[in-house]
C-alpha cells in the first residue's frame, strides 16, 4: 500500500487513536534562541502543513504574540512566506528581536561566546541600568537560559540543580546559542518587528488577502493565576480577539488551552476546532486546541479529532430544563 505523501512527512502525527504519540521536538530545527514556556516547536510539522495548503503562497506571516518565535522562524528559512511581522509587548523579550533586526545578532553571539558563566558574573549583568537594546537582550537571554523554566515573568528565580546537578549551566549552550543568533543574521533583512499590542495588529492587516496569522496567545483563558506566573504580560480580551479573527480576509491557526470556555467562542464566532496532542513541560501527553475557518485538512491526522462529544454533552446540559417541585 503506498504510504501519503503527508504521512511520510509528519509520521509523528500518523499514530492509532487509541495510543496518539505527540510531536518528537528533537526531530523539529531550532531556530529560536530562547526556551519558553509554551513554545511551540512541537506544533512546527502541523504549521507546515497548513502552509502548504496555502494557494497561492501567502507573502506574509504575521504573528502578534511571537513570543520565542518558532513559528515565524520556521516560515522564513523554509521559506514559507516572504516575510514575516512579528509582535511581543515584552520590553525583554522584544529587546532580543529588536537587537536581530537592528543588526545586532553577530554582536550577541561574540558577547554569548565570550561571557564567563557563573552565578556571580549572572548576578552582575543582569543587574546592570541605563543599558543599551542590545545589552537588554543579552541581559534576556542570560535570564532566559538560567532562570527555572526559562520563565522571564517577576519572581522567577534561578535553577537550583539543573540538568545531572549542573544547575544554571544546564541550557547554557554558548556555541549552540552564537550558531543561532548567526544563522538569525541571515534572515533578518525579512522581520518586520514591533512592541505593541498584538491586536492592534491583527487589526491592521486583517483585511490583506495574502497575510496569515498565527495566533498563540500567552495567556490562558479562566488562568489568570498561571499566566500570571509564567508572563509579565498576562491579561486579554479574549472576546475581542476572536472578533478580530472574524474579520480576518486571509486566513489563521489559533492554539489555545483545551477549555470549556475557549471552545464556547470559538462556536459563538463560527470557527471550527482540532484537538491535538502534545507535551507539557512535565511530559505530560494533553492535547492542544487548534482553531480556524477550515481545519479539514486536520482530519487526515488519526491523532487528531474534533471536540464534537464534548459539545454535545455541553448542549443536553443546557437544554436540560428543571423539573418542578410541587408541594
Known amino acids: 500500500m503506498k504510504i501519503p505523501k503527508q504521512q511520510l512527512l509528519f509520521p509523528e502525527l500518523y499514530r492509532d487513536k487509541v495510543s496518539p504519540k505527540p510531536v518528537n521536538v528533537a526531530s523539529v530545527p531550532q531556530r529560536s534562541p530562547f526556551r519558553y514556556p509554551g513554545g511551540k516547536t512541537w506544533f512546527v510539522p502541523v504549521f507546515r502543513d497548513w502552509m502548504v495548503n496555502h494557494y497561492p503562497k501567502p507573502e506574509i506571516l504575521v504573528e502578534p504574540f511571537v513570543g520565542g518565535g518558532i513559528i515565524s522562524l520556521t ?20 529587546a532580543v528581536w529588536q537587537s536581530v533586526v537592528d543588526g545586532h545578532a553577530e554582536w550577541l553571539a561574540k558577547k554569548i561566546l565570550d561571557f564567563d558563566l557563573t552565578k556571580e558574573a549572572v548576578i552582575q549583568e543582569i543587574s546592570k541600568t541605563d543599558i543599551s537594546v542590545k545589552e537588554k537582550a543579552f541581559q534576556t537571554i542570560l535570564k532566559n537560559r538560567t532562570f527555572h523554566g526559562g520563565i522571564l515573568a517577576e519572581g522567577s528565580g534561578f535553577l537550583k540543580h539543573g540538568e545531572n546537578g549542573k544547575g544554571i549551566r544546564s541550557r547554557w549552550y554558548p556555541a549552540t546559542l552564537a550558531k543561532r543568533f548567526g544563522n538569525l543574521k541571515l534572515v533578518a533583512d525579512r522581520i518586520t518587528f514591533r512592541q505593541e499590542d498584538g491586536l492592534g495588529v491583527i487589526r491592521e492587516y486583517s483585511q490583506r488577502g495574502d497575510v496569515v496569522f498565527f495566533i498563540d496567545p500567552p495567556y490562558t483563558a479562566g488562568g489568570k493565576k498561571a499566566g500570571k506566573r509564567l508572563y509579565r504580560h498576562f491579561t486579554l480580551d479574549h472576546e475581542h480577539l476572536f472578533t478580530l479573527c472574524e474579520s480576518v480576509k486571509g486566513d489563521f491557526l489559533m492554539t489555545y488551552d483545551n477549555t470549556d470556555e475557549v471552545k464556547t467562542m470559538a462556536r459563538r464566532h463560527g470557527f471550527q476546532m482540532r484537538l491535538i496532542p502534545m507535551k507539557n513541560t512535565h511530559h505530560t501527553t494533553m492535547e492542544e486546541l487548534v482553531i480556524g475557518k477550515d481545519l479539514k485538512w486536520m482530519d487526515r491526522y488519526p491523532a487528531v479529532h474534533e471536540p464534537v462529544a464534548e459539545y454535545n454533552k455541553a448542549v443536553k446540559r443546557e437544554r436540560k430544563v428543571p423539573t418542578k417541585r410541587y408541594q
Open 75 to 94: 516560515a522564513l528559512f523554509e521559506d514559507l512566506v516572504s516575510r514575516v511581522v512579528m509582535v511581543e509587548i515584552d520590553e525583554n523579550i522584544a
